[in-house]
T-cell receptor
Framework: EPEVTQTPSHQVTQMGQEVILRCVPI?????FYWYRQILGQKVEFLVS????????KSEIFDDQFSVERPDGSNFTLKIRSTKLEDSAMYFC????????????FGPGTRLTVL | KNEVEQSPQNLTAQEGEFITINCSYS?????LHWLQQHPGGGIVSLFM???GKKKHGRLIATINIQEKHSSLHITASHPRDSAVYIC?????????FGAGTRLTVKP
């Protein structure tokens, strides 16, 4: 069964460094999402992406964040200059038809900023 | 202001018991999702519904659009059902999540 994959599973970085989190969505899906979950807190929406553009973003998704679909299979989240408070689990998800379709989640990348 | 409220926050049950988790939301939605988050952190979508009721195995989800309320029921609960159950609502192209209900089913 197709699944969403994410790499790496765990990333440790120093404050101020740039990180890129990678996701491979399910191949025929058209909508892509990033979410984060700070330890012990609820999942939060970051951004949705369709047709090579951001379609929605939350207030969390500021200028330090960017997303890209560089090659038709990968979907990346870049954090330009990491802060301690960026430490969280980051989940990628994808689906075929946006808000009225089941989303398929990747296993997550745990980001630790020291 | 929480757009999605779940109750209870924590729930402990004995194996075989009937479980109900509730979700209320305060915004207009395209759909409501019930998700399961395992202890390792992975998230699995259980149901997506915009009206009525859906059933999958021992799981049943219902939604009342007028009352902005949904319930997730688990019949004949089993220790392997132990997880965090999350209610989320989608509108436009984003999703808003509840805080989750941590379910522990004891043998």
């Amino acid at each position: 069964e197709p699944e969403v994959t994410q790499t790496p599973s765990h990333q440790v970085t120093q404050m101020g460094q740039e990180v890129i989190l990678r996701c491979v969505p399910i191949s025929n899906h058209l909508y892509f999402y990033w979410y984060r979950q700070i330890l012990g807190q609820k999942v939060e929406f970051l951004v949705s992406f369709y047709n090579n553009e951001i379609s929605e973003k939350s207030e969390i998704f500021d200028d330090q964040f960017s997303v890209e679909r560089p090659d038709g299979s990968n979907f990346t989240l870049k954090i330009r200059s990491t802060k301690l408070e960026d430490s969280a689990m980051y989940f990628c998800a994808s689906n075929l038809m946006a808000s009225t379709d089941t989303q398929y989640f990747g296993p997550g990348t745990r980001l630790t900023v020291l | 202001k929480n757009e999605v409220e779940q109750s209870p926050q924590n729930l402990t049950a004995q194996e075989g018991e009937f479980i109900t988790i509730n979700c209320s939301y305060s915004v207009g939605i395209s759909a409501l999702h019930w998700l399961q988050q395992h202890p390792g952190g992975g998230i699995v979508s259980l149901f997506m519904l915009s009206s009525g009721k859906k059933k999958h195995g021992r799981l049943i989800a219902t939604i009342n659009i007028q009352e902005k309320h949904s319930s997730l029921h688990i019949t004949a609960s089993h220790p392997r059902d132990s997880a965090v159950y999350i209610c989320a609502v989608s509108y436009n192209n984003d999703m808003r999540f509840g805080a989750g209900t941590r379910l522990t089913v004891k043998p």
